[in-house]
């Protein structure tokens, strides 16, 4: 009797063991789908977002089939994306400060483009520089009273925006007259005239991406450029969130199954013991 006993046990532990190999899995993936809030961009803006390689300043179209000039193009695009400066305070300035700029340039027939110009000067921001260049378009004193900015111990017209875009514009515009080119004219605006004038007639070149510049003019063109595409286009250089809700997938683990027949035949050879106890 105890010997029938030991083998119906044994007989279970055995079927029960097989049931555990022959476990089997669904192929089913079980989905629990909750609100969760991300930035989708739209058809449009995924559009606008692919790799796109042609960018322009005041209309003149920048040479990136160049390589020179598309690794420069693409490093200025980098430092001024969010994952590098970590802060959208320029485009608040800019929504602040352009509807003010916009209207004065065209005035003065000054392309759109150079209110890029006090972003990168002066962040758009009242500093002094070391030098002494003040205000949001970084002029020097001298340069600030020769287009018609008062600069004193009691007043100073380079921190105000209006006048001090006024004054720019003019400068601009004489700049323009002697280079007859925007490009140029930017160089000319970090260079200064003389200097660029002098380049020009040393080098033989009247491009500015063909000139032999020192390392803050030779990139001022860039930086202008590539403030303008962030600014232009925040979602591609990571500064905006339009917070839009997506139903995102929560994948929980699948469901386990044992084979049915070896369960079956586990739960007859117990009803078996039970009855052989009794």
Same mark, same amino acid.
């Given at each position: 009797?105890?010997?029938?006993? +030991? ?10 063991? #097989? ?40 209309? *003149?179209?920048?040479?990136? *089939? ?10 200025? %695009?980098?430092?001024? !994306?969010? =994952? ?14 352009? &509807?003010?700029? @916009? ?13 890029? +110009?006090? #972003?990168? =000067? ?26 018609? %900015? ?6 100073? =017209? ?5 006048? !001090? ?6 400068? #601009?515009?004489?700049?323009? $007259? ?12 970090? +260079? ?41 286009? &925040? ?7 339009? $917070?839009? *809700? #997506?139903?995102?997938? @929560?994948?929980?683990?699948? &469901?386990?199954?044992? $084979? ?9 050879? +117990? $009803?078996?013991?039970?009855?052989? @106890? %009794?």
């Amino acid at each position: 009797m105890i010997k029938k006993h +030991l083998m119906a046990c044994f007989a279970v532990v055995m079927i029960m063991i #097989l049931a555990k190999i022959g476990v089997s899995r669904t192929s089913v993936t079980y989905v629990n789908s909750f609100p969760q809030k991300v930035d989708v961009p739209s058809p449009q803006e995924e559009k606008d977002s692919s790799p796109a390689y042609s960018y322009e300043f005041a209309n *003149e179209v920048i040479p990136v *089939e160049r390589l020179k000039v598309f690794r420069r193009m693409n490093k200025y %695009l980098k430092a001024n !994306s969010y =994952e590098h400066i970590q802060t959208d305070r320029l485009h608040h300035q800019a929504a602040r400060w352009f &509807p003010i700029m @916009e209207p004065i340039l065209k005035r003065y027939g000054i392309p759109d483009d150079f209110k890029y +110009l006090p #972003l990168v =000067e002066s962040g758009l921001k009242r500093g002094t520089s070391v030098k002494g260049a003040a205000g949001y378009w970084q002029f020097m004193p001298g340069t600030a009273r020769s287009y018609g %900015l008062i600069v004193n111990g009691d007043v100073d =017209e380079r921190h105000n925006m209006k006048m !001090s875009t006024a004054a720019a514009c003019r400068y #601009l515009k004489e700049l323009h $007259n002697e280079f007859h080119n925007w490009t140029l004219v930017a160089a000319a605006y970090n +260079l200064g005239e003389n200097k660029l004038r002098k380049r020009i007639n040393t080098q033989g070149h009247k491009s500015y991406f063909k000139l032999k510049l020192n390392n803050e003019t030779a990139s001022y063109v860039y930086k202008l450029v590539s403030m303008k595409e962030v600014i232009e286009n &925040p979602i591609k250089y990571g500064f905006a969130s339009r $917070n839009k *809700e #997506l139903l995102a997938k @929560e994948t929980r683990p699948e &469901p386990v199954y044992i $084979n049915p027949v070896i369960e079956q035949n586990a739960i007859s050879a +117990l $009803n078996l013991l039970q009855k052989q @106890e %009794l």
